[in-house]
């Protein structure tokens, strides 16, 4: 029989689909293919190898002893610099980032099938699931952990607020897996509002269990807005850094703005796009008239048409994170609907921007692939993080790392 050469082949043959065909066994296949080679693989290799022989794939097997090549759009770099795990991956955005500066991921996780489907598609690599199941001795050892943790509220009690504290939440999780792993460094995002969020004492009640309990050295927390990084949307987000106290490391520089001018129209989508992106009256007139009655009582929130030399305004999931970045497109040739709209094509040509256009104002090549409906795709992008602001972060912690690395080594040949 002869071997499977392209992890395609693999695709097609096991049927890999997380929402038709969600198993967990997958999740240590895919795993276990990426990592076979690098001494990761005796974390995966059980229940692969159970799967195949369940399977009787032997084409399979034999394949695994040679090149497998991973036609994806997003496979690793052939030069490992670092190993990383991408918690909480979504559809990978920390990902992107930390393999285009040489890391190499040796776990992921994430429990939404729909987001496991597109990082499946371009990673080649299917998420664990719930992380709060996974016990951490079955993580493999890693240089760095990522995380952009869901912002889930938790209030503490108790006066010190100490590592037990947080269970039940899932920055918990995250703790027990660096107590666990001591990974070098981590790299933790969160949305804005964390850091006032309970007067203060979430994230004084996080920075105290990474800094006392878990030993961490952790710079002060920054705001970054992606819109200084080459992107154009206005995005901020709490990063957290922590270096393992044995790295020696006390200072941390934050990445300058690059202040690379960019606006909509870089981003825009190059051609005409479908009808059903454009609002019908019906809808345009209720945006209109919401927004009327909440300025009159001096709100200013309500829909938003960002103009073509402008910035968005964050992409977010749900309230209205569509409507607040609506745009005019007047390249809108045929006005005739392709869903069931109430009323007609709105003739002024404002249109909600494609998941295309949030995927580039979030930093993703167009490479990316989007498979999922376009419900799931705005989820999935408005729950993402800007590669760029990540990547310029993550590549100064990565120096810092290195660095001490040889410094180390020319001590050591002292
Ligand atoms: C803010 S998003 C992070 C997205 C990611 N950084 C990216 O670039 O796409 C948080 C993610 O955590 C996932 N999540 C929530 N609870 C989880 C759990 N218990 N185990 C694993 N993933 C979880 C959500 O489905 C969501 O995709």
Not at 73 to 85: D, G, L, R, S
Not at 269 to 275: G, I, Q, R
Not at 347 to 367: C, S, V
């Amino acid at each position: 029989m002869k071997p499977i050469e392209k992890y395609s082949e693999i695709r097609t043959q096991f049927k890999i689909d997380t929402i038709k065909n969600p198993d967990e066994n997958i999740a240590y296949l895919t795993h276990y293919l990426h990592n076979r080679k690098n001494g990761v693989s005796k974390y995966y290799l059980h229940k692969a190898k159970a799967f195949f022989e369940k399977t009787m794939q032997q084409s399979l097997q034999k394949s695994l002893a040679s090149n497998l090549k991973f036609d994806i759009p997003f496979p690793e770099n052939n030069k490992t610099k670092f190993t990383f795990i991408d918690l909480f991956a979504g559809i990978g955005g920390f990902r992107i980032a930390m393999q285009n500066l040489g890391g190499k991921c040796v776990f992921s996780s994430e429990i939404d099938k729909y987001a496991q489907k597109t990082y499946e598609l371009n990673f080649g690599e299917v998420p664990f699931g719930d992380i709060t199941k996974i016990d951490a001795t079955n993580i493999p050892d890693h240089d760095i952990l990522c995380g952009g943790f869901p912002c889930q509220a938790f209030s503490i009690a108790g006066r010190r607020m100490g590592f037990e504290e947080t269970r039940g939440t899932l920055f918990f999780d995250i703790a027990r897996i660096l107590r666990e792993k001591q990974p070098k460094a981590f790299f933790l995002e969160n949305v804005k509002g964390l850091r006032n969020h309970n007067k203060g004492k979430t994230l004084k009640t996080i920075l105290s269990v990474l800094r006392d309990d878990l030993n961490y050295y952790i710079p002060e927390p920054e705001i970054i807005n992606a819109k200084y990084f080459g992107v154009p949307q206005n995005r901020e987000r709490i990063f957290i850094i922590g270096f393992r106290k044995d790295q020696n490391i006390d200072a941390f520089e934050y990445p300058q703005p690059t202040n690379e001018k960019i606006t909509f129209m870089d981003i825009r989508e190059e051609k005409e796009v479908s009808v059903k992106y454009y609002l019908s009256n019906v809808y345009k007139q209720t945006l209109i008239d919401h927004k009327n009655r909440h300025t009159s009582k001096g709100n200013g929130f309500g829909y938003e048409i960002i103009p073509n030399n402008g910035c968005a305004n964050a992409i977010v999931v749900g309230g209205m994170g569509k409507e607040r970045n609506l745009v005019i497109d007047k390249r809108l040739s045929d006005f005739t609907p392709v869903t069931r709209i109430k009323g007609e094509v709105n003739r002024e040509y404002w249109r909600r921007m494609t998941p295309r256009e949030w995927a580039r104002l979030q930093g993703f090549p167009d490479n990316f692939l989007i498979k999922v409906s376009d419900v799931q795709a705005y989820k999935q992008f408005g729950n993402s993080v800007a590669i760029p602001a990540i990547q310029a972060t993550a590549n100064i912690l990565i120096n810092k790392l290195f660095i001490f690395v040889i410094i180390l080594f020319v001590l050591q040949k002292l």
